[in-house]
Each structure stands twice: as C-alpha cells, then as structure tokens.
C-alpha cells in the first residue's frame, strides 16, 4: 500500500532518502525485520499499537465484546485487503482516487519496480493515515455491533482498532518478507509468497492479497492453479 509524490495528493510527503538496500538484499527472517523498523511506517504504527493497547487496557471492561471484535475483524481483513489493493491501489493514474490521495501512483511504480523499498513500504505519513482511516471505519461497524451484543462498547472499539494497526504492521512485514530472498518456512506464508509472486509476475488480475487469501476465494481471484489464468502483458504497467 505505497504511493509516491503526485502534484494533487494529500498524502504527499518526500519518499527517496539515502538508502540503497533492496528488499532482494535481505535473506533472513531477523533482517527483515531490523530493516523493516529502520523505516518510518513500522515506528509510526509500532507507537500506534503502543497507544492502542494501552488505552485498550485502561478502559478494562474485557469480555465477550473482545471475542466478537477479534473474530469479526479477522473474517472481514482478507476482503478489506483485496478491496483496497483492487480500488485504491490499482486505481488508473487519472482516476480521482489517484489524483487526491496518491494511493496508486506510488504502487504502480511498485509494480515497476518491485524490490524498491522506497515503494514497497508505506511512507510515515501513509501509516498514520491509514491507522486513522481505519479508526473511523472500525467505529462504524464495531460500535452498532458491541451495543446490539450487550458488549462493552468502547471496550469493543479499542479492541478491533488496535487489531487493525497490528493487522497493518503485518501487513508491511508480509509484504516486504515476499520481495526478499528469505524463503518462509511454514506452509501458510510459503503460500502467501508465492501467490504474491503471481500477483506481479503473472496476472495482476489476480491473487490480490497480501496476508490472506480469504478475499480472493470469496471474490474468485485465487485459481487452482497458476496456468488457469493467462500471462498478462501488463503485470508490470498496470495497463497504464
């Protein structure tokens, strides 16, 4: 979820800086992440996380609402991935979204490039925006549905945001994690990686998610096999 500097964004902040690794020069699980928290988008939700957990625990109140947040946010995380990835990151560059937020400027360069750290990871001010985003997005659905339930409300609330921001930090690690050299060794992220893989180098059409493939089975972009779906000329590009 990366963007890069666009004359009309609201999210535009400077992304080149002086480093010249390449997510391709990391090769260890343990150097993925020492790199990933010397980049701005993993202190700023790692502050996130601290803020939310803690305000978490000082409303107190745990119960059932906790349980229904955890579970509820994990069934929707795949197809909010998917939606997001589709619309907003895969948006054409004249398309509003793109003109305004900058949201897929930065990810088709990503695709040009896709070892490129600097379009790989959110920039700081993307991470906290999309915390914030999610914030509001979380209340919406989380707040009606703790009251209904007889839950604790704000209890409930804090619960599935800070869920989100930690969802977000893994969502940065995954994503990096792919681009490298490290071959994951359990069977759900050797899975991941390799669906991303296709993702860039097959058809960008398809195997949209990142950290679950939960939208991609519910949307039916996850065939069985990767010769079921075409070579596309534009996994790259983008079509742009």
Same mark, same amino acid.
Not at 20 to 30: G, V
Not at 32 to 48: G, K
Not at 53 to 59: E, K, S
Not at 83 to 91: E, M, Q, S
């Given at each position: 979820m990366t963007r890069a500097s666009?004359?009309?964004?609201?999210?535009?902040e400077p992304r080149r800086t002086a480093t010249?690794?390449?997510?391709?020069?990391?090769?260890?699980?343990?150097e993925?992440?020492?790199?990933?928290?010397?980049?701005?988008? &993993? !202190? $700023? *939700?790692?502050?996130?996380i601290t803020v939310l957990?803690? &305000? !978490? $625990? *000082?409303?107190g109140d745990f119960g059932r609402g906790d349980a229904i947040a955890i579970v509820v946010t994990l069934a929707i995380t795949g197809t909010v991935e998917w939606?997001?990835?589709?619309?907003?990151?895969?948006?054409p560059l004249d398309s509003w979204t793109t003109?305004?937020?900058?949201?897929?400027?930065?990810?088709h360069r990503h695709h040009l490039d896709p070892t490129d750290v600097e379009w790989l990871l959110l920039g700081g001010l993307d991470a906290a925006v999309f915390v914030t985003m999610f914030g509001f997005v979380t209340a919406a659905w989380s707040m009606p549905l703790m009251w209904?339930?007889?839950?604790?409300?704000?209890?409930?609330?804090?619960?599935?945001?800070?869920?989100?921001a930690i969802g977000l930090l893994h969502y940065e690690f995954v994503h990096l994690m792919v681009h490298t050299r490290y071959r994951p060794r359990t069977r759900f992220y050797r899975g991941l990686a390799r669906h991303h893989r296709l993702h860039h180098f097959r058809?960008?059409?398809?195997?949209?998610?990142?950290?679950?493939n939960t939208g991609d089975r519910l949307l039916r972009t996850l065939p069985k096999r990767k010769i079921d779906v075409p070579l596309s000329d534009t996994a790259r590009t983008l079509g742009q």
């Open positions: 666009h004359p009309q964004s609201t999210l535009d010249t690794t390449r997510s391709s020069d990391l090769a260890t699980k343990r993925i992440w020492r790199f990933l928290f010397t980049r701005p988008s &993993a !202190r $700023v *939700l790692a502050v996130s957990a803690t &305000a !978490r $625990v *000082l409303v939606v997001i990835h589709k619309y907003l990151l895969h948006a003109r305004k937020l900058g949201t897929g400027t930065g990810h209904v339930t007889g839950s604790s409300v704000t209890g409930g609330f804090f619960t599935a945001w800070l869920l989100t058809n960008e059409h398809y195997w949209l998610g990142v950290t679950s």
